[in-house]
């Protein structure tokens, strides 16, 4: 993954159960990819083939290089570690808090769950102050809920 601080200034954003979540576009057509690609695999092999370099370290890490089920070993037989608890891959409403500007943070709320930890809550009421407060700060906006929602939930 990019560093929060050099993420890009391309930022899709929507509205997902009454959350607003910004995400950057490439991040966000990344993680749609990722969550694609977890889906529609039937075998370590297949994700593996279908993820990149870093996302491959990603799972070897949380393996072990030694353990890491063989390519023909089924994803149903052998879970993507954190993929159903929602650990893994990275959920954007989280790493708002990383990224998105003070000025923008100010407009929401750092909220705090027992089981996925903190994140940034901003309302959707007040999307068009996020909008501007991000613009302000630079970035370009736009709304795009069907890739956002891929983003998250796929």
């Known amino acids: 993954m990019t560093d929060p601080q050099q993420t890009s200034t391309d930022i899709v954003y929507g509205d997902l159960g009454g959350a607003l979540v910004l995400v950057p576009r490439d991040r966000a057509e990344e ?7 977890v889906q529609e695999s039937m075998t370590w092999g297949e994700l593996l083939s279908r993820l990149s370099d870093e996302r491959r370290a990603q799972i070897a890490e949380a393996y072990g290089e030694d353990e890491q089920p063989a390519d023909d070993a089924t994803l149903a037989d052998e879970p993507v570690p954190g993929w159903d608890d929602g650990d893994w891959p990275e959920a954007p409403i989280q790493a708002m ?9 100010a ?24 909008v501007a407060a991000m613009e302000a700060a630079g970035y370009t906006m736009r709304r795009d809920d069907a890739l956002v929602e891929r983003a998250v939930w796929s």
């Open 31 to 37: 993680l749609a990819t990722v969550r694609r690609a």
């Open 97 to 105: 808090l990383d990224w998105v500007p003070a000025e923008a943070q």
């Open 107 to 130: 407009l929401g709320e750092e909220v705090s769950t027992r089981l996925s930890g903190e994140h940034l809550g901003l309302e959707p009421a007040r999307t068009d102050e996020v």
